[in-house]
């Protein structure tokens, strides 16, 4: 019902800078709240952020708090994340998963994107 999409994925030397994106399609009108979460190999998916649709309310994880910003453009369908000061810690494929509620943890998202590739170099 509905459709994301990543993009922006790449290979960034460490303290750099990344900006993802994911657009949204589909029955788009009962998601309320868009995140992005990140899962390195051979480890767990983990929260990263999330914003509402329509207050633009948003909360970070500690990891990447004061050096991520999250953002969306309603009249694109589309969520952004601006990753700066980007380091190894960081590499990771990146999803972004929409909700009918602000919720912080993954089981709680009904849809998700493919993910896309981020990976810094040292």
């Known amino acids: 019902q509905v459709q994301l999409v990543e993009s922006g994925g790449g290979l960034v030397q460490a303290g750099g800078s990344l900006r993802l994106s994911c657009a949204a399609s589909?029955?788009?009108?009962?998601?309320?709240?868009m995140a992005w979460f990140r899962q390195a190999p051979g480890k767990e998916r983990e929260f990263v952020a999330v914003?509402?649709?329509?207050?633009?309310?948003?909360f970070y994880a500690d990891s990447v708090k004061g050096r991520f910003t999250i953002s969306r453009d309603n009249a694109k369908n589309t969520v952004y994340l601006q990753m700066n000061s980007l380091n190894p810690e960081d590499t990771a494929v990146y999803y972004c998963?929409?909700?009918?509620?602000?919720?912080?943890?993954?089981?709680?998202?009904?849809?998700w994107g493919q993910g896309t590739q981020v990976t810094v170099s040292s």
């Open positions: 914003i509402s649709w329509r207050g633009g309310s948003t």
């Open positions: 589909g029955r788009t009108f009962s998601s309320y709240a």
């Open positions: 998963a929409t909700g009918p509620k602000f919720m912080l943890g993954a089981r709680e998202y009904d849809y």
